[in-house]
């Protein structure tokens, strides 16, 4: 059998909820990108614009490069835990913008496609995801654990943070 799903066989929208999920965390990483280095700049955290501008740029292609892999790899169970764990750790990135908002005491860039787009549509996808509840929690659990190792690395290997 076929890893990759003939595209005769596929249902209608089957694919929907990948392509939210990309679209909303493409969308998020605009909104980072025009406001969070100056924004942390206010706040005495030094960001370099353009290594952020770049890490956020590698980060969306990984993310919409494992999602539409996914999405046409409906059948491989590793591809779709893979998929689970980004939807787990785009679920943490939007909580973790309300979160730190609450924290500061003011609106962080991030947060409102952070809360509006991509908390719901990544709990979609990972409603959506042809894998058993165990293995949701499990991928996603994991996702959200290594969010924070990854987003640090990319800054790191961006030179984003001086």
Not at 38 to 49: H, K, S, T, V, Y
Not at 58 to 84: D, T, Y
Not at 133 to 138: D, T
């Amino acid at each position: 059998m076929p890893l990759i799903t003939p595209r005769h066989q596929r249902q209608p929208g089957e694919g929907m909820p990948y392509m939210l999920a990309a679209l909303s965390f493409l969308v998020h990483n605009l909104e980072e990108a025009n406001g969070l280095p100056f924004w942390a700049a206010m706040r005495g955290i030094r960001l370099d614009p353009q290594g952020f501008i770049g890490a956020l740029a590698g980060l969306s292609v990984l993310v919409i490069m494992l999602l539409m892999m996914a999405r046409v790899m409906r059948r491989a169970q590793r591809v779709q835990f893979v998929a689970a764990m980004v939807a787990g750790a785009l679920i943490l990135n939007g909580v973790g913008h309300v979160v730190f908002s609450v924290w500061v005491g003011e609106v962080m860039p991030g947060f409102v496609t952070g809360i509006m787009l991509m908390v719901p549509t990544s709990a979609f996808l990972l409603w959506a995801i042809p894998l058993s509840g165990r293995a949701k929690w499990i991928a996603g659990l994991l996702g959200a654990a290594l969010m924070p190792a990854v987003a640090y690395a990319a800054l790191v290997l961006s030179g984003t943070l001086i």
